[in-house]
Structures are given as structure tokens and as C-alpha cells.
């Protein structure tokens, strides 16, 4: 895995982890659906979980065991950042860059990884 | 001044005078007692004293009772420092 | 004065803690704006370096070698610098040689007076006559900013202020961490366009975000000083620091200065031979106390970067210890060799991480960022203070309150932008002040300082909003055509930066170029408040009917 390939998967992966976390609350849930839908909301939290778990693999990649979590742990703030600038002008185009960032995010951490 | 901000003032000095000296002696105290060489557990105390003082400043705000915290910042400083020394022996 | 303390320790746990950070916050707001902001380009001090000085080659991608034939004569180097002070300086209690590399190929001399006082100078390599800097652009560079961090160019005085001030942001972080009700609920939220309940939001959201980084660059900034401010254990355990150092790290005893006189040791030949048991060039040797019985000599190795190696411990580059009379080895502390235990491996680890030099270019643009989030959570939490009594007065300080007000928004003006468009005036002074002169270094100092103080006068004359806008387009103004000022004055710019592959030059003005545009985004905004967008407005008043 290259230095720059691990960066923006580490960065897709923070910012659709942090997207999921965010859009299973009720107060944010809102902003993009127009009604609850709990079931949606629990499977949202454990994948924005899940992507955040994730981005740990390339950091650790590249930076290794010690320096990687570091890394991660930047590039959290940075993800819930970005999310935080865009949710509230652009709420629908937040989620959807989330999608984008994990659909495209997964299958790539995927091949890296086998 | 009134008595009011003589408290304050005397509650600041608590945080911040106070508060370093009864840091001071529980890094005296570590020193001496953690199981560790002298120098490793010196160097540990002090890499703690920053949380401990950060603590201590927490909770002289947090305690309305002015006359309290003083004696307890001097009776612990003095104690912390007393068992410090003579449980740390010669340098 | 006599209402100020009502609220100290008073109410709940919650309240006492929000009257803590209230005041204690506004109080330390501004100084930690500052450490905040000069620490955040102290991350790019190398790359600001050579912006400054433009005869400065490239950056050069590590190469992690460590082969010892490097095309500089270091024992010749050695010999150069020992002869220098044998001339100059033969009383000194110290004699320092920086030796060359890709770096800096000049010979970099350190000594300490007899009086104590520290001194430095630079002396070719290949004359061994002082380096003539009258055709160079002489200049502190970027650690200008990294003194302004951790010292304010105040010695230890200024350690000791800075570090005063970072205990203040721990309980400022504890005490934020205790009344923040909803610290979850409210971890993703962030209102725009609702005046006080915005910046409420915003200081929120930028402290809870990067909080790990906030607690951790401020504990680690203390561990690295703690033999300075917390020196209890050592004075009440030791004799002396020095003991306390050879006893942690199992290193040779420090000698008193004897008086007798006795020839120093070949230092060339000791360097030699310390290179060759390091496996790798040195970069340093100090002699202590040259000429007397008590000399001893220390041989530091370099420092090597391996590609795609980061670690947060043990990046050490070994030392060799010799007498300095005899020339015996009398310790030897191999590259990534470990000393002092776990509580040392600790504090490494926690100097490491304040430093941000551990992960290469990503992790220096986290630090950079992150520390901007800090610089932003300091500001917002100043602006705030201001926005809640500006409708209506809290009256804290009786007849008082409007003048002591008024001195809080001329703070929060000369700190918050007086202080950003003295940084950009630093590189305007290093620009534009002639080459040759005395001093030099200095005076692009004088410039940043001088800067800075007109900004509060400004921010005193002027009424707060006129202040806040015309201070925002100063900046905008320095910071937008900085990329013009470098291209007229020494004929580089950013396309020639960009197509010779020199990332850090370019980046410099790349920066500055996006702070001019957010500036001048920000003046807009204040000198033109703007209706917030309809929709948005609807679905944030739907998030909070939610909530």
C-alpha cells in the first residue's frame, strides 16, 4: 500500500464511520430521512463502528504499530470534522459522500488487504 | 479589599501556591516509595505531578470551605514531604 | 471588584466548574492563543526555514544511510573547530561542534563562558575563517516560531510563563470536560447563523472533536520540561541534576572543574574511533571543560531518518563517552539503545509526541491542523465571552464593567488577528529588511514584535467591529500577495516552487494564500452579516424540535 492510497482510505474510511455514528442519533437522523427508523439507525452505529475499526488497518500499514494508531487517531478528528463543516448546509450530500466513501472505501481496503 | 475578594485571592493562591507544593511533596513522596530505582521512580512521580496539580486546582474549586483546603494542602504537603525524605534516605 | 469571585466554588460541582472555566479560560485565553498558533507553524519550522533562506538547497528525501563516507572531512572539521577555540575561546567551560552534512556544510561552534553565558558562531569547512553571511538572507527562519512556543523568546523565564499557562489549559480542559452536559449527544452538532448559539457550538465542537489532541500536546508539552518545573524529586533526592542524569541513564558521573591544567585528548582520533563503534557519521561532539584535569568528551551520532521506518521511541543516534585527558571509552550508548527504564521510555514517548516529527509529512499536517483546531477553540471561547455580554451586561465588575469589557475586546483583537498578521509580518521582514546588515536575524524579530503592539493600538482606537474588519483585511492583504513580495524581491514564486518539486517552499505560500482567502471570507462576513440560507435555517430548527 502506498503512503498517499493509505491516507485517503484512512480519511474515506474515518469520515463514513464518523457519518454513520452521526446519522444513527435522532437529532441528525432527521436532517437526511424524514422519519425514524430505528432499524436503520442501529445498523448505521454499528457500521459507523465498524468503518472507524477499519481505518485502523491502513494506518498501521503504513505507519506501523506504534506511530499508526496515532495517525488514526488524527485522522478521526479530521473525519468528524469535515462532517461537522458539512452536515448542517449540506446534510444530503454529507450522507451521500459517506456512501461514496465506504462503498468505494471497502472493496479497495479489501484488495489491499488479501 | 473586601472580604469577598480576599477569599478569592486566598482561594487562588490555594489553587496555584498551594496546589505546587503539595505536588512537589507527592513527587518527594512517589520518589521514595514507588518500586522502582530511585531515579526511574523520581522521573515517574514527575511525569505524574502534572495530573495530580491539575487535580489538586480542580478540587480547591470545587470545595466551598476556604479553611479546609488549606489545611489539608499544608498538613499533606508537610506529611508527603516528611515520610518522603526519610523513606528516600540519602541521595 | 466586589462581585468578580461570586461564583467561585459555589453552586453544584458543575457550577464551580463552569466559573472556573469562564475565568480562568478568559485569562489564559490569549497567551495560549498565542502558544497555539506559533506552535501550529513551529510544525513547519524546517520548511519556513528555507522559504526565509532562499540559498538553502531542497528538502532531500531520507535516504536512511548510514555509511560513514559521506564527502565531509569531519575529523578535519573537528580539528578546524578546536582550533578556532584554542585561539578565541581558550578559557571557555565548554567547546560545542556541530559537524557538517547535506544539512548545513559549515562548522557550527557552541561555547559556554566562564560567566555561564551561552554562545555560538560558524566557521567555514573548507577555510576555517567565519562563514560571511553578508550575501545571505540571514534569518531565525521558523524558529522563530518555535521560541515564541515555548519560551516567547524569554529564556527560562519564558518556559517557565509558557508553562504556567499550559496548566491552565489542563484544568481549562477538565473543567470544559465537567459542564459540557451533552458531550455525546452534542459531539456531531453545530448550529451556523445563530449568533451566540453558534459559537457556543463551534468552541463545543472544536474542543470535544480534537480533545485527545488538546490533552495530549499539552500533558506532553509539560513532560518534556518536567526536570524544569517539577525539579522537587530531584533536589530532594540528589545532589545535583547532573547526578540524578548519570543515575537514570547509567552514564559517567559529571566532574567538578579541578583548576589543573592537563592537554585536552586528541578529540579527531576519539571521533574516529566513536564512528566507527556507532556504525554511522556523528553529528555533534562537546567537550566539557577542555584543558583541565576534569575534561571528558562526548561523541553524539547522527540522527538518521529511515524511509517508511516511524517509530515513537528509541530513534536515538548513540553516543560514545571518552576522558578527555586520557582518551579512555568510559561509556558507549548504542543507536535505539534504551536507558532509564519504562518511566524513561515514557517520557521519550511523550517528548516524541509533542514534537511531531515521528510520522513524516501527514502527521506534521495533523499536528498543523489540530493545532490550528486549538488556535480556533481558544478563539472561540474569547469571541464567545464577548458575544454573550455584548446584548447585555453581566455587570461582573460593577461601575467598572464597560471599561474592563472594552479591554477584553482590544485583547481579543490584537491577539487573536494582531498577533496572525505579525506572523505573515515576520516573512515580510524577511523579505524586505537589506541583507548584511547586523544582526538581522533580530530585527525580522523587531518586525513581528513591533507589528504585533501596533495591532493593539489599533484595536484600542478603533471601534470593535471597524477593528475586527480592518485587521482581517490586513491579513488578507499580507497574506495574499506575500507570493508577489517573494517574486519581486528575490525572483521565486510559487510555479517555479511547484515545477523544481519543492513541496515545502510552495506549501508555505500555499498556506498563506488560504488564510488570505479566509480572511477575507471572515472581514466579508462581520462588515456584511449574511441572512442564513432558508433551508438551512428550516432543518436546524427541525434538528431542534428533534433534540
Not at chain 2, 513527587?27 to 491539575?54: E, R
Request: net charge neutral.
Amino acid at each position: 500500500m502506498s503512503l498517499s492510497l493509505a491516507v485517503i482510505l484512512a480519511a474515506a474510511l474515518c469520515y463514513a464511520g464518523m457519518a454513520g455514528l452521526c446519522l444513527a442519533m435522532d437529532r441528525h437522523h432527521s436532517q437526511v430521512w424524514k422519519a425514524k427508523a430505528p432499524n436503520r439507525q442501529r445498523l448505521l452505529r454499528v457500521a459507523g463502528w465498524l468503518l472507524l475499526a477499519l481505518a485502523v488497518w491502513p494506518c498501521v500499514q503504513i505507519w506501523g504499530g506504534a506511530v499508526g494508531p496515532v495517525v488514526w487517531c488524527g485522522m478521526l478528528s479530521v473525519g468528524a470534522f469535515v462532517l461537522v463543516l458539512l452536515l448542517p448546509y449540506r446534510p444530503r450530500i454529507a450522507a451521500l459522500l459517506a456512501a461514496v466513501a465506504a462503498g468505494a472505501g471497502l472493496p479497495v481496503l479489501l484488495l489491499t488487504a488479501g | 479589599m473586601s472580604p469577598r475578594s480576599l477569599a478569592l485571592l486566598s482561594r487562588t493562591a490555594a489553587a496555584l501556591l498551594g496546589g505546587y507544593a503539595l505536588t512537589c511533596a507527592s513527587v518527594i513522596f512517589l520518589g521514595a516509595v514507588l518500586p522502582l530505582p530511585k531515579s526511574q521512580a523520581i522521573l515517574a512521580a514527575s511525569l505524574t505531578s502534572f495530573a495530580v496539580y491539575t487535580a489538586v486546582i480542580v478540587w480547591v474549586f470545587a470545595t466551598p470551605n476556604l479553611k479546609r483546603i488549606w489545611w489539608v494542602l499544608v498538613i499533606a504537603s508537610l506529611v508527603l514531604t516528611g515520610a518522603g525524605i526519610l523513606l528516600g534516605g540519602e541521595a | 471588584m466586589s462581585k468578580v469571585e461570586s461564583g467561585a466554588a459555589e453552586g453544584g460541582l458543575r457550577q464551580a466548574m463552569a466559573w472556573l472555566h469562564t475565568w480562568g479560560g478568559l485569562w489564559a485565553c490569549w497567551v495560549l492563543f498565542v502558544i497555539f498558533l506559533t506552535g501550529s507553524l513551529g510544525v513547519f519550522d524546517e520548511p519556513i526555514t528555507r522559504w526565509m533562506k532562499p540559498h538553502l538547497p531542497q528538502a532531500a528525501e531520507a535516504s536512511g544511510d548510514t555509511g560513514l563516507d559521506d564527502g565531509f572531512d569531519r575529523p578535519g572539521a573537528v580539528r578546524m573547530g578546536q582550533a578556532w577555540f584554542e585561539k578565541n575561546q581558550p578559557d571557555a567551560h565548554f567547546w560545542g561542534v556541530g559537524l557538517p552534512s547535506d544539512e548545513d556544510p559549515s562548522i557550527r561552534l557552541f561555547w559556554q563562558d566562564p560567566q555561564e553565558n551561552f554562545h555560538n558562531t560558524r566557521i567555514d569547512a573548507r577555510t576555517g575563517q567565519p562563514v560571511d553571511g553578508s550575501h545571505e538572507r540571514d534569518s531565525e527562519g521558523g524558529h522563530h516560531f518555535v521560541h515564541m512556543h515555548f519560551e516567547f523568546h524569554g529564556g527560562t523565564a519564558g518556559i517557565w510563563f509558557v508553562g504556567a499557562f499550559t496548566m491552565a489549559m489542563l484544568v481549562a480542559l477538565v473543567s470544559g470536560i465537567v459542564i459540557h452536559k451533552r458531550i455525546f449527544k452534542d459531539f456531531f452538532t453545530f448550529r451556523p447563523g445563530k449568533g451566540q448559539r453558534s459559537w457556543l457550538d463551534a468552541h463545543n465542537a472544536l474542543s470535544v472533536l480534537s480533545l485527545p489532541f488538546q490533552l495530549m500536546i499539552a500533558y506532553t508539552g509539560l513532560a518534556t520540561f518536567y526536570m524544569l518545573y517539577m525539579p522537587a524529586g530531584i533536589v530532594a533526592h540528589y545532589d545535583s541534576e547532573e547526578a540524578y542524569f548519570a543515575d537514570l541513564l547509567t552514564q559517567p558521573q559529571h566532574q567538578e572543574i579541578t583548576g589543573i591544567a592537563a592537554p585536552l585528548a586528541k578529540v579527531d582520533e576519539l571521533l574516529v574511533r566513536a564512528e566507527q563503534q556507532l556504525q554511522r557519521p556523528a553529528s555533534f561532539v562537546s567537550i566539557e571543560h577542555p584543558n583541565d584535569s576534569s575534561a571528558s568528551v562526548l561523541v553524539f551520532g547522527r540522527f538518521i531518518e529511515k524511509p517508511g521506518e516511524y517509530r515513537l521511541l528509541g530513534d536515538g543516534g548513540g553516543q560514545v563517552f571518552f576522558d578527555g585527558v586520557s582518551g579512555a571509552q568510559t561509556d558507549i550508548q548504542m543507536p535505539g539503545e534504551l536507558r532509564g527504564g519504562a518511566a524513561q521510555d515514557v517520557q521519550s514517548v511523550m517528548r516524541n509526541l509533542h514534537f511531531a516529527a515521528f510520522g513524516g509529512h501527514l502527521v506534521r499536517w495533523l499536528y498543523f491542523l489540530s493545532g490550528l483546531a486549538g488556535a480556533a477553540m481558544l478563539a472561540t471561547g474569547a469571541l464567545l465571552f464577548m458575544v454573550k455580554r455584548r446584548q447585555r451586561s453581566l455587570n461582573e465588575f460593577g461601575s467598572a464593567t464597560p471599561r474592563v469589557y472594552r479591554v477584553i475586546e482590544v485583547l481579543n483583537v490584537g491577539t487573536l488577528t494582531g498577533l496572525s498578521i505579525a506572523c505573515v509580518a515576520f516573512f515580510w521582514g524577511n523579505r524586505l529588511l537589506p541583507l548584511g546588515i547586523d544582526d538581522r536575524p533580530v530585527w525580522e524579530i523587531v518586525v513581528f514584535f513591533v507589528v504585533w503592539l501596533l495591532s493593539f493600538f489599533h484595536a484600542a482606537l478603533r471601534p470593535a467591529s471597524r477593528a475586527w474588519v480592518e485587521q482581517l483585511l490586513a491579513l488578507a492583504a499580507l497574506c495574499l500577495l506575500l507570493p508577489l513580495l517573494n517574486w519581486l524581491s528575490v525572483g521565486e514564486h510559487l510555479l517555479l516552487y511547484l515545477q523544481r518539486g519543492d513541496g515545502e517552499r510552495a506549501g508555505v505560500e500555499l498556506v498563506a494564500l488560504a488564510t488570505g482567502v479566509l480572511s477575507l471570507w471572515g472581514a466579508r462576513r462581520i462588515a456584511r452579516p449574511r441572512a442564513v440560507p432558508a433551508r438551512a435555517r428550516q432543518r436546524a430548527a427541525v434538528a431542534e424540535a428533534q433534540s
